[in-house]
């Protein structure tokens, strides 16, 4: 690339003087390219040490002049090829102009505005960026790409100079940390190290400080453990890492959302050392923790945020802490976290309300005047099920408890005239110890909806629950199944629930829910926590709950893997060995865990506890969060230690927990008493004491207070990395086992092979590829079909991975089998298909791997593009429209499409025709046992024989030939291999010549795959052309010997040179063995005369791409036809190739496909080429 001209004082330290003129000094780093010594190590340790440019460009131009000790960079390269080219364009054009000039400073300012120029059209052509990160950062994401063979799409975040430990001996050098990848390298004086890990395989992160490493960060895969310390920033690098990680493990669990948050938002100003992508996720950062803290909707974005100090009419006094601003909020926390919280909409802030005044945020007075979608249908729409269930019992008839009751109710109206109501209302220590004393039945559902954040998504999304329960209704789905499936589930104990009001609220909420988030759709536990929102809110409050809760508070909770809960497990766990050590042991003996925290967490203890008790905690989830969950549950196993200590099994611990749980009471509920499900169904020999719920929220707060909020985050990412790498491991076993054992590979392979399918999924999304089909996962389909790739993907395996290579016509073969293995049609396969595909050309004997290659060129495999008759040759097969296509059911013998199965014998027609009109006849309609017996035909049908298959048409053979002349030229028996196969396919030739004789003499037209073109043969071919070229060595007499008539024409011999080559399949014959054709095609020439009898083509250019190249194009045979009658079965094909023992020799040896997929996964990332002009040595 030409650089901006910049002084060099000395010229030749460290680089050596390649080519030199009057004017430019070529120079090459010293140690680049090849060997150079000690002198080559110090300089490549220098650079690396030093993060030298000239480990990115070791070539550079310098301009001089004879008198001058000045030099000035004018251009910088990569490789010799760029370099040479720029040294070219200034010997081409600038060296007689400069040799016209008197004075050297004119010289140089010449050539200084000349390169200015030549950059400043450079850059118009360039598309401006918003973005633009410093110059460095370009530099360090140019070595990054070259050193790791990286693409253009991988965008580097951020990197760090620190050390890897290798064993004991700490290896310093630079830490690349990418979108995609974890990369680092060192070079010190001749010991290189290189690594790359992908986001999506560590398994374990963390910083840590031992003995041995000091302040370190751990970084695991399934496979290795590395350590890196010696940073400058570890806190920085770390969180980095969490926030890379992160992303991965959302685009493993939700590859939708992570698609969506990969377009981050552009800075308003660069920074000087930070790059834009790092500042984006930064922002991102921040903005998560925001929307966290104040509960704000997932859209809002954070602006920015000051200190100041915030002005308190409660107490008279100016409380320090931080000003936050976004789009729609004006936000602050105090520093001291319980002294003040305050959320001011900005909807609301103008004009500003008189003090004393009631808001107008207050949730109570607008929900009267809001009449939702069907106030006049449901009394649900306005209200909730407790307040429709409970009318006629006023308070003063429940005694000492309503007593109790209308002092919480007056409590909290005092701390609503002192603290402002509703949305804009001081959140302060008070209002956690009001929240912790219960809060009053009439009051629940406005307050949740105030502590959980749903009333500001409700207020700004007027009549969405509306539409989307019009839009859903009467809508069929999966999820809608589970729904009604689930519905009289949902607290059938409580009244409300008992009849059909209640019934169908909840189906309207679930489904509207399940409308507006198909990834969630339904998940079992949303029935029982919907519930009971309905009893303290109307429809659409419970809605805009369900939804704060699914996806703000609780995420990941209900999705089809709940990973959400199982991510809190794993924290509930690592509390308890921190709280509760002497516990902790006992319970992963008993395994007791697992089992009891998805039913607490999940249904936040309401399918546990009896009903009055749990709304409680639920009153304390909405104002504290998941925190609050995680405390109850220790309080529980606290208050329960020594009886689970005496357990001796699960059952037994979970039997003692439930009884524990069921006699949790809340001694101050004024509704009427309702029986625990649970409570009722268990033996209550000898019920335990009962436990007061406000007793025990007061224990779960004094012993486990110390949770924050910013550790159950920091501890969550932690056990997601192990969940999510759990499920993965457990799709892919999944996967395996569902592949059949008769596929050939082991269990290793297949585990092999599904890492290298899934890392080519992956890759997709990695690098911004335009494939939406195969670039979305949908997390809620089977494991199988999770992970799908497409025709492009699958060509970059194939080639990789396949033990027929061959060539240039690799991608060709790599389609056919592609289109094969498409059974649906829908351009994608699946990992069983992509494994079947594999196991075809690896495993099985020499009749299994050639009908294979035989099916690679029939159709569906052969497309119309690439033999022009595939078309016309379908009518062949299905000329008897009363004809079944035999079955091809096999994991190894793929389905063809109807019109490519060769029609059944006569008779066997009849036959079935016969035997299905008398089970028509039988009975009017099939019954069961009519499919049953199809299905076991189908079962028995599984094996596929030779005689099944499709004959093969002369245009189809010619492509098979092309393969297998290609497939040979890599191989140590080339010339023995290429002699066969062109005996072989002289035979051949003249076998379907002599059975179209036969066919023609008996009055039968043979069921094959021939064309239907009607162009006249060629007048001539060139014989003479064939001839000239042919050498002696392939004086084999079988090859003089060819069929006697075409098309009932006159006989004619025609010899045709069939090239294994790279070849385009145009040009003169001259051309085709002119210095660009490699020796190799040039020797096996020799044995690639055969004849073909009937075989016309217009010339000698066009026979020659009968293997090597592209099919011809049909204007290409303008004056030719191929032979209409022609035609050739899998069995003469075998019988022939099984007469050579070279090609027998050929199929049947066994390749190792592991080696196959380790050096696929090395190069799984080599998308940069390097120099075609020198040899990789060691270099900086």
Not at 495 to 523: D, H, K, M, S, W
Not at 750 to 766: G, I, N, P, R
Not at 1121 to 1147: G, Y
Request: with cysteine.
């Amino acid at each position: 690339m030409w650089l901006s001209p910049e002084e060099v004082l000395v010229a030749n330290a460290l680089w050596v003087t390649e080519r030199a003129n009057p004017f430019f000094v070529l120079q090459r780093r010293r140690g680049h390219g090849r060997g150079g010594g000690l002198t080559g190590l110090l300089v490549g340790t220098l650079d690396v040490v030093l993060d030298s440019s000239a480990r990115v460009a070791p070539y550079r131009i310098l301009h001089q002049t004879q008198d001058s000790q000045v030099y000035w960079t004018v251009a910088c390269g990569s490789s010799r090829k760029e370099i040479t080219k720029h040294w070219e364009w200034l010997e081409n054009n600038l060296l007689q102009t400069l040799s016209i000039f008197d004075s050297e400073e004119d010289i140089t300012t010449f050539v200084k505005g000349k390169i200015h120029g030549i950059i400043a059209e450079e850059n118009k052509n360039l598309q401006p960026q918003g973005d633009e990160d410093p110059g460095k950062f370009k530099e360090a994401e140019l070595k990054m790409r070259k050193q790791f063979g990286m693409p253009e799409g991988e965008k580097l975040v951020n990197y760090y100079s620190c050390s890897y430990w290798k064993g004991r001996v700490p290896r310093q050098g630079w830490l690349y940390l990418t979108v995609n990848h974890l990369c680092f390298y060192s070079f010190l004086l001749g010991k290189e190290v290189s690594l790359v890990v992908q986001w999506v395989d560590i398994t374990r992160l963390e910083k840590n400080a031992t003995l041995l490493f000091p302040e370190s960060i751990r970084v695991d895969t399934r496979d290795q453990e590395l350590f890196f310390s010696m940073f400058l920033n570890i806190g920085e690098t770390f969180k980095l890492m969490e926030q890379l990680a992160n992303l991965a493990m959302r685009q493993l669990l939700d590859s939708e959302g992570f698609l969506e948050d990969k377009a981050l938002p552009r800075p308003i100003r660069p920074h000087r050392n930070i790059s834009a992508l790092k500042r984006d996720l930064d922002a991102r950062a921040k903005n998560e923790c925001y929307r966290a803290t104040f509960r704000l909707p997932r859209d809002e974005r954070l602006d920015g945020h000051t200190s100041c100090t915030l002005w308190t009419p409660f107490n008279k006094l100016h409380i320090p802490g931080q000003m936050f601003i976004s789009n729609n909020y004006i936000c602050f926390a105090s520093k001291e976290e319980d002294a003040c919280h305050l959320i001011i909409p900005l909807r609301e802030s103008s004009p500003a309300p008189q003090e004393g005044s009631e808001q107008p945020a207050s949730p109570a007075s607008p929900l009267s005047s809001r009449q939702s979608f069907c106030a006049q249908e449901a009394p649900t729409a306005s209200q909730g099920l407790l307040k429709l269930f409970q009318k006629n019992s006023p308070m003063e008839d429940l005694g000492a408890k309503g007593a109790k009751e209308k002092m919480k109710e007056e409590s909290w109206h005092i701390h609503f005239f002192e603290y402002g109501r509703g949305v804009c209302m001081y959140r302060t220590a008070k209002t956690r110890a009001l929240v912790l004393k219960g809060i009053p039945e009439s009051l629940r559902g406005e307050l949740w909806l105030l502590f959980s954040g749903a009333w500001n998504e409700m207020v700004t999304h007027p009549g969405y629950y509306a539409e989307l329960v019009e839009k859903s209704t009467g809508k069929y789905s999966l999820a809608t199944e589970e729904i009604e499936r689930d519905l009289h589930r949902s607290m059938p104990e409580h009244p409300a629930f008992q009849n059909e009001l209640g019934i169908a609220a909840l189906r309207r909420v679930l489904t509207a829910y399940a409308f507006r988030n198909p990834t969630i759709g339904y998940c079992q536990a949303m029935n029982i926590v919907t519930s009971v929102l309905l009893l303290y809110g109307s429809e659409e409050e419970a809605f805009w709950l369900l939804v704060a809760l699914c996806e703000r508070m609780l995420p990941d909770y209900y999705n089809t893997r709940v990973v959400g809960a199982l991510v809190d497990q794993g924290i509930f766990e690592e509390l308890t060995r921190d709280f509760l050590p002497q516990l902790s042991e006992k319970m992963q003996d008993l395994g007791v865990i697992s089992s009891i925290s998805l039913s607490w967490f999940l249904t936040l203890f309401l399918s546990v506890m009896p009903f009055e008790s749990a709304v409680v905690i639920v009153d304390c989830f909405f104002y504290e969060g998941i925190k609050v969950i995680l405390q109850v549950a220790l309080a529980v196993l606290d208050a329960n230690m020594e009886q689970l200590l005496g357990c001796s099994d699960e059952g037994e611990a979970m039997t003692m927990l439930g009884r524990y749980l069921d006699n949790v009471v809340n001694k101050q509920s004024v509704s009427p008493p309702i029986p625990h499900l649970r409570a009722l169904l268990s033996s209550s020999d000898d019920p335990p004491a009962e436990v007061d719920i406000f007793e025990l929220l007061k224990v779960s707060y004094e012993k486990f207070s110390s949770l924050r909020a910013e550790d159950i985050e920091q501890m969550r990412f932690k056990q997601r990395l192990k969940v999510i790498q759990s499920l993965e491991d457990t799709a892919k076993r999944s996967v395996v086992r569902a592949i059949p054992v008769d596929i050939g590979f082991s269990i290793e392979e297949l585990e092999d092979l599904y890492m290298v399918f899934k890392a080519k999924h992956l890759a997709s999304q990695y690098w911004g590829c335009s494939r939406t089909m195969a670039g979305r996962r949908d997390p809620s389909l089977p494991y199988l079909e999770q992970y799908r790739i497409d025709a492009s993907q699958f060509r970059e395996l194939f080639a990789s991975l396949t033990p027929w290579a061959c060539g240039s016509h690799t991608p060709l073969l790599a389609g056919r089998m592609f289109r094969l293995l498409d059974e649906n049609k829908d351009s994608l396969i699946n990992f069983k298909e992509f494994v079947t595909g594999m196991s075809g050309m690896y495993h099985g004997d020499l009749t299994e791997k050639l009908k294979v290659l035989y099916k690679l060129h029939l159709p569906p495999a052969l497309s119309p593009e690439e033999a022009e008759s595939a078309l016309e040759a379908a009518h062949y097969f299905t000329e008897d429209s009363s004809s079944e296509a035999s079955p091809l059911a096999s994991d190894l013998d793929l389905f063809l499409p109807w019109e490519a199965q060769e029609a059944l014998p006569q008779e066997e027609q009849e036959g079935s025709g016969s035997e299905e009109r008398g089970e028509e006849k039988g009975t009017s309609s099939p019954d069961y046992r009519h499919y049953l017996r199809m299905w076991a035909k189908e079962k028995e049908a599984q094996k596929e024989t030779i005689k099944d298959l499709p004959k093969m048409n002369q245009e189809q053979f010619i492509e098979l030939c092309k393969t297998l002349y290609n497939m040979f030229s890599e191989d140590p028996m080339e010339q023995d291999l290429y002699h066969a196969i062109a005996t072989v396919a002289s035979l051949l030739l003249r076998i379907g010549e002599v059975g179209k004789k036969f066919s023609a003499r008996t009055g039968r037209k043979p069921r094959d795959c021939a064309t239907e073109e009607d162009e006249p043969p060629a007048p001539e071919l060139h014989q003479d052309a064939a001839r000239e070229l042919q050498p002696p060595a392939a004086g084999d007499p079988q090859a003089k010997a060819g069929g006697d008539t075409h098309l009932g024409k006159a006989p004619q011999e025609s010899q045709v040179v069939v090239e294994g080559g790279s070849g385009e399949g145009q040009g003169s014959p001259s051309q085709l063995l002119s210095d660009d054709e490699t020796k190799d095609d040039m020797s096996m020439s020799s044995y690639s005369v055969v004849s073909t009898g009937s075989l016309q083509c217009e010339d000698l250019a066009d026979d020659t791409v009968l293997v090597g190249g592209e099919a011809c194009s049909p204007t290409a045979r303008i004056g030719g036809t191929v032979d209409t009658d022609w035609c050739i079965s899998f069995e003469q094909i075998l019988a022939s190739i099984l007469t050579e023992s070279v090609l027998v020799n050929f199929f049947e040896k066994r390749v190792d496909i592991g080696l196959k997929i380790k050096d696929q996964k090395k190069v799984e990332r080599q998308f940069s080429t390097a120099s075609d002009h020198e040899q990789p040595g060691v270099s900086g």
